[in-house]
């Protein structure tokens, strides 16, 4: 849809993840499982001054913020669809500490892992992450679940996020009223510890919003683009 009215669209895999070859244990620190948008982000031309509108999902919002920190000169706007987005008073992993958890139901963790990691559960994603998803996405997704790492401990061990590089960015937040993993209320919690340029909100989305409510998502992203970039 965003190509369609016109944007260039890039959506990295990142490293372990999706069809990125690299297995977990090939990616042990944050920076290496981000390195996949660090380096599209630092491609980006840069005698013309061109910048990106970043969007990060989930835990996207963390990479995201953390191109912001590395690379602010080439980020128009930071996005953050149903995300993590931390702050810059608190420890990095903060904003992921403090999440009123779910139930990790039929998941599969292992904290001896380097580093820790989790394979989420068929029964998780169908009730928290895709409860309005279409059956046919929910079905996808499935097919591509590896183990993953929210690498806190990682995270733990770097200063927290400066105010004169991630915190200077423009910072648009998109809430999703139906998430039941990262639920309204924490999403808004978030946006309150960290001042934002504008809060968008689609009100009927799961959190997998791009399935769940994909034409209202990308009429935000495309109005974000056309106001920032």
Known sequence: MLRA???RVHAPDLAASGADARRLRDAPTFGDYSRPLLDAVRALPGGDGERAVLVGHSLGGMSVALAAEELPEKVAAAVFVA???PDCASPRPSVIDKLPWLDWMDSVRDEEHAPPSVKLGAELMRRKFYQLSPEEDF????????VGSSYVDDMRRRPPFSEARYGAARKVYVVCGQDQAIVEAYQRRMIADCPVEEVREIAGADH???FSAPAALAGHLADVANTYA
Do not use: D, I, Y
Request: charged residues 5%; glycine residues 6%; proline residues 0%.
């Open 208 to 210: 997998m919003a791009m």
């Open 5 to 7: 009215a016109g944007h």
């Open 83 to 85: 995300a993590f987005m």
């Open 139 to 146: 079905t996808l997704a499935q097919s591509l679940v590896r």
